[in-house]
């Protein structure tokens, strides 16, 4: 049983820093890719960054370029999110993704989610 559970959300201030995990059990990281989505309130869910099994080959959001990080440790089986130079516009519940083999961008080609953590930006 696939289990993704994420953590280090708050509230931050516009400009601040975050970071996010998400530990992985039931699956190692060279099954498939492991993405990070968010959703705000009234809105779809929203791809932000996703990172691939084998290769560690990396893919970002025009949104969140440049500014988020996505990385992973596999001793740990536990993905981050780097977040950095915050904006109020990226206030949601972010959420953690496990996926297959080839880079997705579209919520419903992943097959396993965390409950999600509230990130919060204040301006």
């Known amino acids: 049983q696939v289990q993704l559970v994420e953590s280090g959300g708050g509230l931050v201030q516009a400009g601040g820093s975050l970071r996010l995990s998400c530990a992985a059990s039931?699956?190692?990281?060279?099954?498939?890719?492991m993405a990070w989505f968010r959703q705000a309130p009234g809105k779809e869910r929203e791809f932000v960054t996703v990172?691939?099994?084998?290769?560690?080959?990396?893919y970002y959001s025009d949104s969140v370029k440049g500014r988020f990080t996505i990385s992973r440790d596999i001793a740990k089986n536990t993905v981050y999110l780097q977040m950095n130079s915050l904006k109020p516009e990226d206030t949601a519940v972010y959420y953690c993704?496990?996926?297959?083999?080839?880079?997705?961008?579209?919520?419903?080609?992943?097959?396993?989610w965390g409950r999600g953590t509230q990130v919060t930006v204040s301006s």
């Open positions: 039931g699956r190692t990281f060279s099954a498939g890719t």
């Open positions: 993704a496990a996926g297959g083999l080839i880079i997705r961008t579209t919520a419903r080609d992943y097959d396993y």
């Open positions: 990172i691939s099994g084998n290769s560690g080959y990396t």
